[in-house]
């Protein structure tokens, strides 16, 4: 099987909304942003979205998550969690949620037919969790560890750690091609505070490493994201307004 890499460098588009991404979740005609509109439990960290009813998952910092519907803004229930969570997911076909544990406990998985945990799982390579993404098939989630070079490779059919990835320093972000045949790291530093222009490129097929990419547009990446086609990938680079376009 080939998988083909990501193409040239495009160009950087000037915006002035990529100096402040506070990684918001667009529903319908309803924005949640973190920390306003809809009352939970206690102040929210981290939300995503299921695929079947679209319900938004929101992480309370006490150890639970909320489950939301934007239909009617109505809170419909909460799930416990292991610990306050740094960072959570729903997988492809709406099964399990996953969710990180900020005190560095793992990721806990729960089955939402029966909101039982099924699995803990160890993440030593990332102790220090950054941002946790499962690829469109479902097979493996991606769990970044801030302040190394580390990304653990979490298989969803057994939950256990697979594979660690060896990546650009500081891997803050996660982001899957819709074909789910590449995966994007985003560095956000580098050892000793010097600035990041670098991102990685996976085959996130057989989980390996294809290139670094640096490029002087890339002043501490922030966050990045496919197109709808895979055709083109956009990272953002909130340092200097910059939304740097690549080939994909």
């Known amino acids: 099987m080939v998988i083909s890499g990501l193409g040239p460098f495009i160009e950087p588009i000037q915006s002035p909304l990529a100096q402040n991404n506070n990684n918001p979740n667009i529903s319908d005609r309803s924005l949640y942003v973190q920390n306003n509109l ?69 990721v806990s998985v729960t089955n939402l037919s029966t909101l039982s945990t099924v699995a803990t799982i160890p993440t030593p390579a990332t102790k220090n969790p950054g941002f946790l993404s499962i690829d469109p098939s479902g097979k493996y989630a991606y769990l ?44 956000a530093g580098c050892p000793g505070g ?5 991102i990685t490129e996976i085959n996130s097929v057989l989980n390996k490493v294809i290139t670094n ?22 990272v953002t680079s909130p340092s200097n307004k910059n939304l740097v376009l690549f080939n994909a």
């Open 38 to 106: 809809i009352h939970t439990e206690s102040t929210l960290s981290t939300s995503t979205f299921n695929n079947s009813n679209n319900y938004l998952f929101a992480s309370n910092g006490n150890a639970n998550v909320s489950v939301i519907d934007p239909s009617n803004n109505k809170l419909l229930g909460n799930i416990s969690t292991i610990s306050p969570s740094a960072s959570i997911a729903v997988s492809p076909n709406d099964t399990y949620l996953l969710t990180v544990s900020s005190t560095g406990l793992g």
């Open 144 to 187: 970044t560890g801030l302040n190394t070079y580390n990304i653990s490779v979490i298989s969803l059919s057994t939950f256990t750690v697979v594979s660690v990835l060896k990546v650009a320093y500081d891997p803050s972000y996660v982001a899957f091609s819709p074909n789910g045949t590449l995966a994007i790291s985003i560095s």
């Open 213 to 234: 990419i640096s490029n002087s547009y890339l002043s501490n990446p922030g966050m990045a994201a496919f197109s709808t086609n895979g055709t083109c990938l956009v």
């Open 194 to 198: 010097i600035i990041s222009h670098q």
